[in-house]
T-cell receptor, first 116, second 116 residues
Framework: DTEVTQTPKHLVMGMTNKKSLKCEQHMGHRAMYWYKQKAKKPPELMFVYSYEKLSINESVPSRFSPECPNSSLLNLHLHALQPEDSALYLC???????????????FGDGTRLSIL | GQQLNQSPQSMFIQEGEDVSMNCTSS?????WLWYKQEPGEGPVLLIA?????ELTSNGRLTAQFGITRKDSFLNISASIPSDVGIYFCAGTISNAGGTSYGKLTFGQGTILTVHP
């Protein structure tokens, strides 16, 4: 069982809808991540939060809006998505990285998003 | 961006055979990770490597952090049908600056099929 929980597991939405993806971890990690993954491809980093502050935005379109309400929760707010945004959205968490060493990221099972 | 060359892209093997896959890069890494992803799930961490030359086992899995810090391999011995999935190598680059030193660079994945 994954220690990173994502909801919902599946989401179908129209291009004009607003929805949110949720992620929760209770491992005491202070870094959390959003990734987008297409079928049989590696995950692509979207956002990184470190100590609840956004530290990396990989030039993600503004129709994706992340939020980190506290150290255990990470949200991804979706609005006016395009069909090409259909993918598996993965959340991950880890200890905060530092130059001398990095603890591995632990992934949730993702939300399968389909845009009609 | 930085690239990890992972090979082979896919493998079709008989149950009981040993499997070997590897990742190489022109960049120096300070962490190597190996993940397995099954359909409908997120990537699951198999082995984490932190030092050049490190050899680590996890059951039938063995992975090594290359001496040059530019490569890593994963071996699976006596494969079984439940080994089926996509295996990803990932690593953090040692000279990444600022907030980027926690970013994972992923290989393209090795799709493993095991025939009973």
């Amino acid at each position: 069982d994954t220690e990173v929980t994502q909801t919902p597991k599946h989401l179908v939405m129209g291009m004009t809808n607003k929805k949110s993806l949720k992620c929760e971890q209770h491992m005491g990690h202070r870094a959390m991540y959003w990734y987008k993954q297409k079928a049989k491809k590696p995950p692509e980093l979207m956002f990184v939060y470190s100590y609840e502050k956004l530290s990396i935005n990989e030039s993600v379109p503004s129709r994706f809006s992340p939020e980190c309400p506290n150290s255990s929760l990470l949200n991804l707010h979706l609005h006016a998505l395009q069909p090409e945004d259909s993918a598996l959205y993965l959340c991950a968490s880890s200890q905060v990285p530092h130059q001398l060493g990095n603890q591995p990221q632990h992934f949730g099972d993702g939300t399968r998003l389909s845009i009609l | 961006g930085q690239q990890l060359n992972q090979s082979p892209q896919s493998m079709f093997i008989q149950e009981g055979e040993d499997v070997s896959m590897n990742c190489t890069s022109s960049s120096i890494f300070n962490t190597w990770l190996w993940y397995k992803q099954e359909p409908g799930e997120g990537p699951v961490l198999l082995i984490a490597l932190y030092k050049a030359g490190e050899l680590t086992s996890n059951g039938r899995l063995t992975a090594q952090f290359g001496i040059t810090r530019k490569d890593s391999f994963l071996n699976i011995s006596a494969s079984i049908p439940s080994d089926v999935g996509i295996y990803f190598c990932a690593g953090t680059i040692s000279n990444a600056g600022g907030t980027s030193y926690g970013k994972l660079t992923f290989g393209q994945g090795t799709i493993l099929t095991v025939h009973p």
